[in-house]
């Protein structure tokens, strides 16, 4: 079995995620040996402990960053994680070798609908600072799991969070899908 790190980059997974919050649980469930990583329970200060998460992906073979998309990037917390792990002779540079050959899949939500984003502005465009990132630090894209249509403005209609609640279980199944392909 790969071991997996699954980084929730949610800014506030348990108090404000709709669908981010149903995959991170499903994910404990369909696959339990992983590691569950909640951003924003561990560092609502937005102080990360950088040698605690450095070690953990140290001793992983996938990496998965699950997160919404917000304002066409990812949530700050995940960005502030990525710039205080992902530094100079740790991921990079001529001593940066902890992140070599690991796997890095996406794992990410828009409140826009799929038909938001075509040939104006593909959808792969979300995905290039990630894949310049796998490049730098010698990561090993393996792409993304997308769901769409998911806005958190929704939860108050009852019809359409069911809606959202199923798109994020299937959302979690793509992903355990694509975990073990990689």
């Given amino acids: 079995m790969k071991n997996v790190l699954i980084v929730s980059g949610h800014t506030d997974l348990q108090g404000d995620s709709c669908v981010n919050k149903i995959i991170m649980k499903d994910m404990g469930e369909l696959l339990p040996d992983v590691v569950l990583d909640d951003l924003s329970a561990l560092y609502p200060d937005y102080r990360i402990d950088v040698a605690a998460e450095q070690a953990k992906l140290v001793t992983v073979d996938v990496i998965v960053l699950q997160f919404p998309i917000f304002w066409y990037s990812m949530p700050s917390l995940l960005a502030k994680w990525m710039e205080d792990v992902f530094v100079r002779g740790f991921s990079h540079g001529s001593t940066g070798k902890a992140l070599a050959g690991k796997k890095l899949i996406l ?76």
Avoid at 121 to 150: D, H, S
Avoid at 156 to 163: C, E, G, K, M
């Fill in 107 to 182: 794992s990410f939500t828009t409140g826009a609908p799929e038909t938001a984003y075509g040939a104006d502005f593909p959808l792969e465009m979300l995905t290039g600072r990630f894949r310049q990132t796998a490049g730098l630090t010698g990561m090993i894209c393996e792409g993304y799991v997308y769901t769409g249509g998911v806005s958190y403005a929704d939860r108050t209609d009852p019809a359409r969070a069911a809606a959202m609640q199923e798109k994020a279980h299937a959302h979690a199944k793509r992903l355990a899908e694509k975990i073990a392909d990689v």
